[in-house]
């Protein structure tokens, strides 16, 4: 039987045992693993390789004669520009492998409603405040709303999560997500039922969501459609008591004018992990807001990454060689 020759190109190394789980799959497949710093040093081996598993290198132009399929390392394509929807070859995402993402989401709604960073600030002086209960009395998540913007994996187990400490969760996506199996899921997961929301909204118009919102969470895809959706318009539709998170791609906020709300206190705070320009420059407004948790991009990293991708690859790799659909195809349409 022909070989199935991959390669893997990563920014961390691939131990053993997460090669093993591709290697169960069949005994067709031969691997080559390279370090993105490597990368420049692939040469011949673009055109022996038949699957290509990649953190950011892509083959040069008119190489990789062999190649048919890309198995891009994260869940969304913006990092390659729209170099995935004119490939010729079948391109799919790590969709489904990031719900840890909400755990973060769900952190710094934590650590703004508890008023995490005066606190650190106090801890800083030894010694608390007489008027303690008045400076740290904070804004319980229970009976407050959120409102979510893209109710895909993570957003669903945001809603999960949040549910349980008692609050309202309102959505805005598609309506198909109400009953929609994501292509690919984290065993253990809850199940469709236990993560619906209390209301859906259609994502065209969010104004109803932002108006009743106590926390915004963004977790959308960064598409044309997304670019910019939080803006001077939407953002003068949420409570000048509400907080904005932003765990999705930082293009899909108007910076700068969400810095002017900031400032004249618009809004109450915002979370954020992902910005206009990475990494964040020291002369960005933002580092100095006493309103805003500044993270540094952050929020996808898990110590457990490798393992659910390689999890995820090999059942696309089972697929593959089964002739099967394979799972989180890009599609033009969508634009992921």
């Known amino acids: 039987m022909d070989e199935i020759r991959i390669l893997i190109i990563t920014r961390e190394e691939v131990e053993e045992k997460h090669l093993a789980i591709l290697r169960q799959v069949s005994p067709r497949i031969v691997i080559e693993k390279r370090l993105v710093r490597d990368a420049d040093k692939i040469g011949s081996l673009w055109d022996e390789i038949e699957i290509l598993f990649t953190s950011d290198p892509l083959p040069p132009e008119g190489g990789a004669s062999k190649l048919k399929w890309i198995q891009g390392y994260y869940a969304g394509i913006d990092r390659w520009g729209d170099i995935p929807l004119k490939h010729p070859y079948i391109w799919t995402t790590t969709s489904g492998i990031h719900v840890h ?104 118009d969010l104004k109803p969501l932002l108006q009743e919102s106590d926390y915004v969470v963004l977790c959308v895809p960064y598409t044309p459609k997304t670019h910019g959706i939080i803006n001077a318009e939407t953002l003068s539709y949420m409570k000048p008591t509400a907080f904005l998170i932003n765990v999705a791609r930082g293009k899909v906020v108007d910076e700068p004018v969400l810095i002017e709300y900031l400032k004249a206190g618009k809004i109450r705070g915002a979370g954020l992990d992902v910005y206009w320009e990475e990494p964040l420059p020291p002369s960005s407004p933002i580092w100095s807001l006493p309103n805003v948790i500044a993270c540094p991009h952050v929020a996808g990293f898990s110590p457990h990454y490798i393992k659910r991708a390689m999890m995820l690859f090999a059942e696309n790799l089972r697929r593959y060689i089964a002739k099967e659909p394979l799972l989180n195809v890009v599609t033009k349409e969508k634009g992921y």
Request: proline share 12%; aromatic share 8%; net charge neutral.
């Open 101 to 204: 993402v909400s755990e973060h989401a769900l952190m710094l709604m934590l650590a703004l409603g508890r008023k995490l960073p005066l606190i650190m600030e106090n801890q800083k002086k030894a010694g608390w405040p007489p008027d303690r209960f008045g400076i740290f009395e904070p804004y319980e998540l229970r009976d407050s709303t959120v409102g979510i913007i893209g109710y895909g994996s993570i957003g669903r187990q945001l809603g999960y999560l949040c549910k349980a400490l008692g609050m309202r969760v309102l959505a805005a996506d598609r309506p198909e997500v109400l009953t929609y199996e994501p292509p690919w899921r984290l065993p253990g997961l809850p199940p469709i039922s236990a993560s619906q929301p209390d209301k859906l909204y259609d994502p065209s």
